[in-house]
């Protein structure tokens, strides 16, 4: 069965501060990966996704993430963090099944 | 284009009352699901459906049920609630298993 770990609950950076929020998975082969973030009372919106290919892959808002195969991980990174960034991130995994599993969330609060 | 709509957008229930959440979406996505969204968790899957007439269940299904008669709406039931169904539901669609998937904005229930 696959599974998402992201170690990080909270994360407190300030504007204009880099970003890198943590993710990893268990999956015994290639996963489909995919980030979220949800706004305060919103739905999940997808900031970018990983199928295949390169391993660096970019998203809205200016993020981007890197598989790395050999760490089970999918960080998301942002070189500049802005106030609206604040939000909620969920990194997710697609199996075999091609159903969906979400980590528990790392929370950003962005100071000014 | 509205995408995946839901409703209500708030309820509260009494303990044995029962309740349809309503998903409706108009990409005309063959895949939807209903989560729960407990605080501090990720998303846990109640429900699939992978198309009109065909429904299976998810990781938490007990308590609830689901029907698909057309491809824009995927009603969610609970039937006899309970404090432990208090919850925010989200209902979501995708074109293909394991693509991205859009989400709604959300039904937040609580049982009293």
């Known amino acids: 069965a696959q599974s998402v770990t992201q170690p990080d609950i909270h994360i407190t950076v300030s504007e204009g501060a880099s970003l890198e929020l943590r993710c990893n998975y268990s999956?015994?082969?290639?996963?489909?990966l995919f980030w979220y973030v949800q706004s305060p009372g919103q739905g999940l919106q997808l900031l970018l996704k990983y199928f295949s290919g390169d391993t660096l892959v970019q998203g809205i808002k200016g993020f981007e993430a890197e598989f790395k195969r050999s760490q089970s991980s999918f960080n998301l990174r942002k070189p500049s963090v802005h106030w609206s960034d604040a939000a909620e991130y969920f990194c997710?995994?697609?199996?075999?099944?091609?159903?969906?599993?979400f980590g528990s969330g790392t929370q950003l609060t962005v100071l000014p | 284009n509205a995408g995946v709509t839901q409703t209500p957008k708030f309820r509260i229930l009494k303990i044995g009352q029962s309740m349809t959440l309503q998903c409706t979406q108009d990409?005309?996505?063959?895949?939807m699901y209903w989560y729960r969204q407990d605080p501090g968790m990720g998303l846990k899957l109640i429900y699939y459906s992978v198309g009109a007439g065909i429904t299976d269940k998810g990781e938490v299904p007990n308590g609830y049920n689901v029907s698909r008669s057309t491809t824009e709406d995927f009603p969610l039931r609970l039937e006899l609630a309970a404090p432990s169904q208090t919850s925010v539901y989200f209902c979501a669609s995708s074109y293909r298993q394991g693509d991205e998937q859009f989400f709604g904005p959300g039904t937040r229930l609580t049982v009293l």
């Open positions: 990409m005309n996505h063959n895949y």
């Open positions: 999956y015994g082969a290639t996963p489909y």
């Open positions: 997710a995994v697609a199996g075999s099944a091609r159903q969906l599993t």
